[in-house]
């Protein structure tokens, strides 16, 4: 591969390769959905919505450092509309599927994917491989010239 310098405008190369590893990180963790792409996107997006209040929090940065159940936030029907938009029945029939299997539990104040589920053999695994392809897709980011930061003002956002 050849390395561009980070002048150069390399929007659609950089496009390109963040649109490849979705669908291939996508493809690879419904894995653990049986192959269904749609309940790993409703599945992440709410254990994401429980914990995005965590970001920034050390404590729960090393792989084992699960955030305890009362440090999730539960997210509402309504959150999740706003964040996995689709239509309602499929939303609806997805979340009651995750329920019953049990790796979302119902609060009176809304969704939870327990820590529990996040201490099994599979999810320690995903999060393994989900953490390679990021370093991954950050190396080939950067061959093709990108560099974390600021954006070169003759790139700037919304020029053509």
Known sequence: MTTLPPSTDNRRAIVRI???EIVRIATSMARMHDDDIIEYVIFTAIWVLNTQHLITDKRYAQLKSIPPDTARRPV????LRRTTPMPDHILVSYVEQLVEK????RTPRGLVVPTAVFTQPE?????????GR???MVSTMRGAGFSFGEEPEHLAH???
């Open 18 to 20: 963040v649109g490849y």
């Open 76 to 79: 509402t029907m309504d959150e």
């Open 102 to 105: 049990g790796i979302v539990e």
């Open 123 to 131: 999810m320690l695994d995903g999060t393994n491989e989900l953490y």
């Open 134 to 136: 990021m370093m991954a």
């Open 158 to 160: 919304g020029t053509h």
